[in-house]
């Protein structure tokens, strides 16, 4: 059975960094763009980050960009969001997904349950 499992949210201080781990089992992620998402209370989710199946190509929001990083490790079958400086506004569920495709993240078909991420003094 194809699922996600995400892990390495909490709460954290403004300018605190943390790292999000999405490991992936039932399938094998490195045939696959994976993208990270998130949604704020109220608010709809939005994607702020995808990586292709290979890792040389990766987006980001534009308001994360230069504060997040997104990597994969296809042996491990995971898939991390490396986040920095992070802000009150990054408060929020996240969310890894994978998509249909090897490099695009327009079609997500499976997503995990998420991981709480609290920044706040």
């Known amino acids: 059975q194809l699922q996600f499992v995400e892990s390495g949210g909490g709460l954290v201080r403004p300018g605190g960094s943390l790292r999000l781990s999405c490991a992936a089992s039932?399938?094998?992620?490195?045939?696959?763009?994976i993208g990270w998402f998130r949604q704020a209370p109220g608010k709809e989710r939005e994607r702020v980050s995808c990586?292709?199946?290979?890792?040389?190509?990766?987006t980001y929001a534009d308001s994360v960009k230069g504060r997040f990083t997104i990597s994969r490790h296809n042996a491990k079958n995971t898939v991390y969001l490396q986040m920095n400086s992070l802000k009150p506004e990054d408060t929020a569920i996240y969310y890894c997904?994978?998509?249909?495709?090897?490099?695009?993240?327009?079609?997500?078909?499976?997503w995990g349950k998420g991981t709480l991420v609290t920044v706040s003094s």
């Open positions: 039932g399938f094998t992620l490195d045939n696959y763009a």
């Open positions: 997904a994978k998509a249909a495709g090897r490099v695009n993240c327009g079609n997500m078909d499976n």
């Open positions: 990586i292709s199946n290979g890792g040389s190509i990766t």
